[in-house]
């Protein structure tokens, strides 16, 4: 272990530039973001969920009467012109023609979108056939449904439309909402044992410059300009903007981590040896699916008082969701599988976790360190609208680490939550 680097305020102006850097990288990335991002070329995952819901809810309509309706309500708030003009389909399906008129209209101009209204003519106003569904709607329930009609107006036997699998979806709602329950067990057991002494946290010798110069350097350095400059080496391969994920990815954490060492003085070993001890693993690791459902409890609460201000607005995780949807072949979906549940949980919480969290608590109190760490995590994603969400996660992942005293906690449970994600949108 050597001596940690020293910086003093020769150093001032370096770290004044990344700061500039910085925050000239954020604003270029926010400004990006606010611009209305370009219209999808067909359905989205958005679109799926919500037929799903639809389909389950048409299944258990004799139950709880009423709900197929406040499903198809839904459907207003979608914001593709291709999701509004499926679920036009959906609307008019399950008996909703005010709604069904509403959306029909936005498909988009182009033979596409008259290629639709031709197919609606045909399937609901006795429109001239031949009429076809339109590429765009493919794969979806709408789609279905809407064959079956031009189906029916020529003679033809109906296809079978898609329709939710209830008994996975049993298995699935079991598992949440066992998961709910330990969540809210574990977070009365954090309240009632608060006051407990908590496993000691890694302790940083580095000063305020040396923290900046981390971070900092890791923003600049990694997540803006590699990432860049990966993006653009791999804009010709086929699928580059696919497998720039996971190369972009390990050259940010390669230097992020890197300077971590570098600055604290450590060898790799060391540094994994002070963030996660390994007397502690078993301990830490138990913790982990208690953590899983605190996250969950945490992060559905704010979701929920979050929702009225979401309306209008696209989903923030799409580009995540459509590059996970779009991956294709075996070696494709692993590297991004591996990235997301693997490599991102690891470094986003040796940086957050294992070494934010502690620097900062030790200076300014654990509640302090708790927010700033939560607070950064959820800003580094660049996704205003999901600030709150993503903060929120961080807070629990800090709290998991915080009881768990290993950070093998919090990658345990950030590795479930990216990976459920992205079997989920596989599913």
Not at 53 to 81: C, D, H
Not at 121 to 141: C, F, I, Q, S
Request: net charge positive; hydrophobic share 55%; glycine share 10%.
């Amino acid at each position: 272990m050597r001596e940690p680097l020293k910086l003093t305020k020769v150093h001032d102006p370096l770290l004044a530039i990344l700061a500039l850097l910085a925050l000239l990288g954020v604003g270029i990335s926010l400004d990006s973001r606010q611009k209305a991002p370009p219209e999808p070329a067909s359905t989205t995952r958005t679109l799926k969920v919500l037929e799903l819901q639809l389909g389950l809810g048409q299944k258990v309509e004799a139950m709880q009467p009423g709900i197929s309706r406040k499903f198809v309500a839904a459907g207003k708030n979608l914001t593709a012109s291709w999701d509004k003009a499926a679920w036009a389909v959906d609307a008019r399906e399950a008996g909703d023609a005010g709604l069904a008129e509403t959306l029909r209209h936005a498909a988009p101009a182009g033979p596409e979108g008259a290629a639709f209204g031709s197919a609606w003519a045909a399937a609901y106003e006795d429109g001239p056939l031949p009429a076809a569904v339109p590429a765009p709607l493919k794969d979806t329930r709408a789609a279905a449904l809407l064959g079956n009609r031009l189906r029916a107006r020529q003679g033809l036997a109906p296809l079978p439309v898609p329709e939710p699998d209830l008994v996975r979806l049993v298995l699935m709602g079991a598992l949440v909402g066992l998961l709910f329950l330990g969540g809210l067990v574990t977070a009365v057991v954090l309240i009632a044992t608060r006051k407990r002494p908590k496993p000691p946290q890694p302790q940083w010798r580095m000063d305020g410059r040396g923290a900046l110069l981390v971070f900092l350097g890791w923003l600049v350095g990694g997540l803006f300009l590699l990432n860049t400059a990966v993006g653009f080496a791999f804009r010709h391969l086929p699928d580059g903007r696919l497998w720039a994920l996971p190369a972009g990815y390990l050259c940010h954490a390669a230097l992020g981590t890197w300077l971590l060492m570098r600055v604290e003085g450590l060898s790799f070993r060391e540094l994994v040896a002070r963030v996660a001890p390994s007397p502690r693993a078993l301990r830490a690791l138990a913790w982990a699916p208690a953590f899983v459902g605190l996250a969950l409890v945490a992060v559905f609460c704010i979701a929920l008082a979050w929702a009225p201000f979401m309306k209008g607005h696209a989903n923030p995780q799409q580009e995540v969701q459509d590059l996970i949807a779009g991956a294709r072949g075996l070696p494709l979906q692993a590297s991004i599988f591996l990235t997301l549940a693997v490599l991102a949980p690891c470094f986003e919480e040796l940086l957050f976790r294992g070494f934010l969290l502690p620097w900062a608590g030790e200076r300014w109190g654990v509640a302090w360190g708790l927010a700033a760490s939560s607070l950064l995590f959820g800003f580094i994603h660049l996704q205003p609208m999901a600030l709150p969400i993503l903060a929120t996660l961080g807070f629990a992942l800090g709290l998991a680490v915080r009881r768990g005293g290993s950070l093998w906690t919090s990658i345990l449970v950030h590795s479930c939550w990216n990976g459920s994600i992205f079997v989920l949108m596989k599913m």
